[in-house]
């Protein structure tokens, strides 16, 4: 495989994250993803990966709201361990 095709599926795969993320996320909860991203990209990044996997297995019947991805998101930094350096 070469550059040229690798970019391309990555654009492909980028595209359709990105479909299935307006779909499943209220605007407001979408907004929230777009500043985590800025300011924690592996974050959002993980989250997004959560999101989609949730609903390709079928897991989310409603729109995510802002709220319940407030609480998606607690669970996942829980999840993370931070040490402080000094």
Known sequence: MNAANET??????E?????ILVRILSKDA???LGR???VKSEMAGQLELYL???????KIS???TD???KGIL???SSKQKFRILK
């Open 36 to 38: 985590i991203r800025l």
């Open 74 to 76: 607690d669970q996942i």
């Open 67 to 69: 709220e319940q991805l």
């Open 15 to 19: 595209a359709m994250k990105k479909t």
């Open 8 to 13: 391309e599926e990555t654009q492909k795969l």
């Open 30 to 32: 979408y907004e929230r």
């Open 62 to 64: 409603n729109v995510i």
């Open 52 to 58: 989609v996997q949730l609903y390709q297995s079928g």
